[in-house]
Every structure is written in C-alpha cells, then in structure tokens.
C-alpha cells in the first residue's frame, strides 16, 4: 500500500492528501459539535472554560447596569472565536469543503494529465474515478454531519439560557438583595432606636433645685 502511494502519480498523492484533510476535519467537527451541544444544553452545570466565561461576561454586563440588547449577536460574537484545536470551527468546515473540491479537481486534472502522457485508459480511468470517489465520500460525510444545523443548535441553546435562565436568575438575585438591604437598613435604624431609648434612661433626671438656678442664671444673663 505505501509503496502504491510513493509509486503513484503527484495527482494521486493530492488525491489521497486532500481526502486524508477532509476526514481528519469531518472527525474533528462531529466530535466538537456533539460535545458542544451536550454542553450547551445543560451550562448552568458544565465546567467548559467557554461557557464559563459567556456566563461570566454576560454577569459583568448586569454588573455594569449594560443591557445586552441582541443577546444572539452577543453569542455569535463568542462562538465565532471558540477554536478547535487552535482553529475556528469556520476554518475546519472550510477545510473540509476545500477537500471535496481538491479530490475531485486532482481527478480530474490526473486523468487529463495522462492521457496527455499517452498512458492507458486504465490508468486514465483510475485517476478520475478514485478523485471522483474520494470528493463523494466527503460529500456524503459533510451531508451526514449536518454542520450548519448543529451550529444553529448551539447557538439556540446559548441564547435559551442568556435569555430565559441566566436572566431570570440575576434578576432573582438582584431582587433578594435589594429586599436583604432593605433588611438590614431597618435593622440599623431599630438598633439605633433601641440604643438611644437605653442612653436616654441612663441619663440622670434635673431636679427641681437645678431648674431653679438654672432659671436665676438665664434671668442675670439676659437682665
């Protein structure tokens, strides 16, 4: 087999190299996005730095008193910089695309290469038909990933919990806060209360021989 592939022609080597890319790119999205939507549909209880960071950047915003006015830009926005193995999801779907017409652009272009060469028709019907193989192979995979339909999946799942949990959830919080302030600001004033009751009974009382003197002064003063 190794030597089939060290022996063949450049158009086979492109053939085989652009459908070894589109695999290795199918395996890496159908992985991801699984995980992705497992992930997403519970992110209240996930551990994934991303996600954690869109709760936490969406957490500053309120803290900020910024309203997140199109929460689905703001989710778009994070998902287009989440990377795969140091890749946007964009790239490896690009990747894989470019396979399919790699394959059968090799094919084509070895068949037509031979020909030229004089080479028999086997050899010129097996360029062809294994590029044009490979390219359906990819295609058929590409059609069983789904790709656009499981990123749109994500990204509804993302905006479900932004929308209806997360911000239900800071709105509860803020409202048990504000009724805790309000607590504990009449508590103070009850303990304030309460202590300037006690230091007013610990004061003695004026008698009425300290009235009297305290009369005849103000009359000196004023007279």
Not at 198 to 210: G, L, Q, W, Y
Request: proline content about 1%.
């Amino acid at each position: 087999m190794f030597e089939y592939i060290i022996n063949s022609s450049p158009f086979m080597k492109a053939i085989l190299t652009c459908c070894f890319l589109g695999v290795i790119s199918w395996g890496i999205l159908e992985i991801s996005y699984k995980s992705m939507i497992r992930a997403t549909s519970q992110i209240g209880k996930t551990k994934k730095k991303w996600l954690v960071s869109l709760r936490k950047k969406y957490e500053d915003y309120h803290s900020m008193n910024v309203k997140v006015n199109n929460v689905a830009t703001f989710v778009d926005r994070l998902f287009r910089k989440k990377k795969i193995c140091g890749f946007t999801c964009s790239f490896w779907v690009t990747l894989e695309k470019l396979s399919v017409a790699g394959c059968a652009i090799a094919g084509a272009a070895g068949a037509l290469a031979a020909s030229q060469q004089g080479k028999d028709l086997t050899d010129i019907m097996i360029t062809y038909l294994t590029g044009i193989t490979a390219a359906c192979i990819l295609l058929f995979l590409d059609t069983f990933l789904r790709a656009d339909e499981k990123k749109h999946m994500v990204i509804i799942n993302m905006n479900d919990y932004l929308e209806n949990v997360l911000e239900n959830t800071i709105s509860g919080r803020e409202a048990v806060e504000d009724v805790g302030e309000q607590r504990e600001r009449r508590h103070r004033l009850l303990r304030y209360a309460q202590e300037n009751r006690k230091k007013k009974k610990a004061d003695p009382p004026v008698t009425v021989e300290e009235e009297k003197l305290l009369e005849d002064v103000l009359q000196e003063f004023f007279a």
